[in-house]
């Protein structure tokens, strides 16, 4: 768990772009993940994300999970500096732009006790 | 995190953008900006007085098929439950699986990037000790 600035999640005015930022998020380094006895490190990211939707809508629904989200497919662009401290090291990606993923979504979502009361 | 060509053993080591943590931020949403509300608020809920009913703590609810502990353990996909939170209603963006490369504090060229490097943010309304509860949280 880490407290995000307040301006963390920013979006802009058509709601088409959003943009998440957090810096020194702490994470651990658990190189024998997922061994049982795998040892931590703790760690620290600084993160830019980028979201940017299409024009593809999709919409994801299980009546039995109690879940619907409805958005569009998205682009996602991550630059991020991660640090371990304990073992002196330091690794930072290329600029956001140089980025790409495989899958990623943008929308609105809604489950458990509001997925019947905002069932449409 | 996938690394390519012989590296040292720290360099191997590196999986940090294939863990999931939850990064969580209690925050008020606006038109173009969310701020921030009691990040530090305690999850434990308060010891009921006089009898009152114990309505549990104000932190979000996990999925309930899903890793309680806060790691999402299901891979960013179509067709699954893409928040980390169950009684939500509000925006929620996805994505998993980044490749792209960067360099290290000794100068090597790396490769980063695995299916679970998986990001999201829920920004919106979720219910919890019987109260609905305006947010924003992040997992990364």
């Known amino acids: 768990m880490a407290p995000v600035p307040s301006t963390g999640l920013t979006f802009t005015v058509d709601g088409k772009t959003a943009t998440l930022q957090m810096a020194d998020v702490p994470i651990i380094d658990q190189p024998r993940w997922p061994a049982m006895d795998a040892e931590t490190s703790p760690a620290f990211l600084d993160f830019r994300l980028v979201f940017t939707a299409t024009d593809e809508s999709v919409k994801y629904e299980n009546a039995m999970q109690q879940y619907r989200f409805e958005g569009f497919k998205a682009k996602a662009q991550l630059a991020a500096t991660v640090r371990v401290p304990s073992l002196d090291f330091i690794f930072k990606t290329d600029s956001l732009e140089t980025s790409t993923c495989d899958f990623a979504v943008m929308g609105e979502e809604a489950n458990g006790r509001y997925y019947e009361a905002l069932k449409g | ?140």
């Open chain 2, 1 to 140: 995190m996938a690394l390519d060509g012989v590296r040292s053993y720290k360099l191997n080591r590196r999986r940090w953008l294939g863990l999931g943590v939850t990064s969580a931020l209690a925050a008020w949403l606006s038109d173009t900006r969310v701020d921030a509300q009691s990040a530090t608020q305690s999850c434990a809920p308060p010891i009921p007085q006089n009898h009152e009913a114990s309505n549990g703590g104000p932190c979000p609810y996990p999925i309930p098929w899903l890793d309680k502990n806060g790691n999402h353990n299901q891979p960013a996909m179509p067709n699954v439950e893409l928040s980390s939170i169950y009684h939500f209603k509000g925006k929620l963006a996805r994505c998993s699986g980044f490749h792209g490369m960067g360099t290290d504090n000794k100068g090597n060229r790396l490769a980063w990037g695995t299916p679970t490097t998986d990001y999201s943010y829920m920004a919106g309304e979720y219910w919890a000790a019987r109260q609905a509860h305006q947010a924003v949280f992040a997992h990364t």
